[in-house]
Nanobody, 125 residues
Framework: VQLQASGGGLVQPGGSLTLSCVVS????????VGWFRQAPGKEREGVSC????????HYADAVKGRFTISRDTSKNTVYLQMRNLSPEDTAVYYC???????????????????WGAGTQVTVSS
């Protein structure tokens, strides 16, 4: 099981960015998959998670209405569309899964077993 995140970069406040996570070793039709982030000096937090078997999503309060998680099963890829970004969104973003979790809420609020390498998102003018 592997996950590879990409798409990070530098963006101005109010801008948009889309992250991609290519997965391998499992299919996007049962486990939950999610995006997490860790800002300097802060604990890692669940940003958005998707239950791939029933398409139920979970979002952290801080990103509701601005971030959208989605998947393309044919490409084995999970996306995180981020809009109206602010400096508070600056962090290293990780995608993660746990084959024992099918609930998006449980994944985002738990400790996933499998992580990809992070991608840096910096929001600054």
């Amino acid at each position: 099981v592997q996950l590879q995140a990409s798409g990070g970069g530098l963006v101005q406040p109010g801008g948009s960015l889309t992250l991609s996570c290519v997965v391998s070793g499992f299919t996007l039709n049962r486990p939950a998959v999610g995006w997490f982030r860790q800002a300097p000096g802060k604990e890692r937090e669940g940003v958005s998670c998707l239950s791939t078997w029933n398409d139920i999503t979970h979002y952290a309060d801080a990103v509701k209405g601005r971030f959208t998680i989605s998947r393309d099963t044919s490409k084995n890829t999970v996306y995180l569309q981020m809009r109206n970004l602010s400096p508070e969104d600056t962090a290293v973003y990780y995608c993660a899964t746990d084959l024992g979790h099918s609930s998006s809420y449980a994944l985002c609020n738990g400790r996933p077993s499998t992580w990809g390498a992070g991608t840096q998102v910096t929001v600054s003018s």
